[in-house]
């Protein structure tokens, strides 16, 4: 799929602009994201892979141009279907993993035997009583994709997924990602690892300067 | 989960952080001490001057070290970025607005019980009106406080200096409870006058800043 080709896609991105006061961080992305596909963006710091993924979470509002989730316009009406993961943890430091867990479940309306289960997918293994503050920042990864993946989401964006974990975490969290599109689910994910996605990949999408500049089934030369 | 639900996870959630940080309370508590100490030392007043100055200093010393907690309340949402996880979750901003406010009213409440026998104490207060009308008058006048104070702070939550921001954001709108407060104070520890007129001016002001907090804090809370 190519910029501009017309499918059904879960993410649909119309013209997408995003400025910052004089700034602009997305200067007309255009694209469409189907459905069970693990996509991952990939550019140098300040391409706009981070506001890409802010603005379909709907936590950036688009200076112009349209996204469309789910078939819907309006983020905020399917976000229950969105894992967003970011960079920080958007995890409380002073609480202990399960304490947050179960706190972000209760806002999904769901049960914390559904933390078990997610905690478990990921092969977390540490002493949950502890806060998340005494986490090693791998730990900290997992247990914010733990998050993510509480509400069993259709679409799940992940910014950085794998900085700071080690390569034997970063791989079961790989073949966790592959599982999880195998079940229909739409990843998309903003790395500087590339490598570690390229077995599983499906699209590998570059970025620079604010646009989409290749999108590609293959790893090439001179991506990262 | 219904609004109630999250309304109360949400506060448990704050009463939890505060009780393990203890960062709003130990700073409001030595702040306010501060104001009670440096004032008996500045002037030595008479009994009966006491009782006419107290409602306006216990109350403006509340009014400051409030300010301390307000600021606490949105900067640990701040930290790794926790309030997008929220913001990306189904649940409405109004919870979330309430249960701050309410955690702010229990931790003002901690410090009003802990500071007020100080006052009467160093001040040698004793009212001469129906001293039961210090109970409404300080759960209306701290409500006041933090119901504004709450808003605002999410407000100047993204500017660079949001510690002066609130107060001057704040201060101004706040004078009208703050006579409120003082004068109701004033008037049953002096016993020359009722209370009534200003318990009613601050049950008005209550409930006109709490339905516009309300009706506004989902746009605060979307802003960028």
């Known amino acids: ?224 | 989960m219904s609004f109630l639900a999250i309304t109360r996870a949400t506060l448990a959630k704050d009463v939890r952080l505060e009780w393990r940080s203890k960062d709003a309370i130990n700073s409001m508590l030595f702040f306010a001490l501060l104001v009670v100490v440096i004032f008996s030392f500045s002037f030595d007043p008479t009994a009966e001057e006491s009782r006419r100055i107290a409602g306006g200093l216990i109350w403006v010393a509340f009014l400051f070290a409030a300010v301390v907690a307000l600021n606490q309340t949105w900067a640990r949402e701040l930290r790794n970025q926790v309030l997008d996880a929220y913001r990306v979750s189904p649940a409405p901003a109004n919870p979330l607005f309430l249960a701050k406010a309410f955690g702010n009213f229990i931790f003002v409440g901690v410090l009003e019980a802990v500071m007020t026998p100080l006052f009467i104490a160093f001040y040698k207060l004793r009212a001469l009106g129906p001293a039961w009308e210090l109970a409404p008058i300080a759960a209306l006048g701290t409500w006041a406080l933090v119901v504004n104070g709450t808003f605002f702070a999410a407000m100047s939550l993204r500017t660079r200096s949001r510690e002066i921001m609130l107060p001057l954001l704040l201060f101004p709108l706040s004078i009208p409870a703050l006579l409120g407060m003082v004068n109701a104070t004033t008037a049953v520890l002096t016993g020359e006058e009722s209370a009534r007129f200003w318990i009613a001016l601050l049950v008005a002001y209550d409930v006109v800043f709490t339905i516009a907090c309300l009706l506004l804090f989902e746009t605060v809370l979307e802003a960028e």
């Not at chain 1, 789910?70 to 970011?86: E, F, H, T």
């Open chain 1, 1 to 224: 799929m190519v910029e501009g080709e017309s499918t059904s896609g879960v993410v649909v991105v119309n013209e997408l602009i995003k400025q910052f006061g004089g700034f602009a961080a997305l200067r007309g992305v255009t694209a469409e994201f189907a459905a069970g596909k693990l996509y991952v963006i990939l550019g140098e710091n300040g391409a706009g892979k981070t506001t890409l993924l802010r603005t379909i979470a709907g936590l950036a509002q688009p200076t112009r141009g349209t996204i469309s989730v789910l078939g819907v316009p309006i983020v905020k009406q399917v976000c229950s279907q969105i894992g967003y993961m970011a960079h920080p943890s958007l995890l409380y430091d002073e609480m202990s993993g399960m304490e947050n867990l179960t706190y972000f479940a209760g806002l999904y309306g769901i049960g914390t035997s559904r933390c078990r289960e997610v905690i478990s997918a990921v092969k977390l293994d540490p002493d949950l009583a502890r806060p998340v503050g005494q986490y090693s920042q791998g730990m900290r990864q997992r247990m914010s994709l733990v998050r993510a993946l509480l509400n069993d989401p259709m679409l799940l964006l992940l910014d950085e997924p794998f900085s700071n974990v080690d390569s034997r975490s970063a791989q079961e969290m790989t073949a966790l990602l592959a599982q999880l599109r195998d079940r229909g689910k739409t990843l998309l994910v903003v790395t500087h690892q590339p490598g570690l996605l390229e077995s599983v990949a499906d699209e590998f999408v570059w970025m620079e300067q604010g646009k989409i500049v290749d999108r590609t089934s293959r790893l090439r030369a001179g991506m990262p």
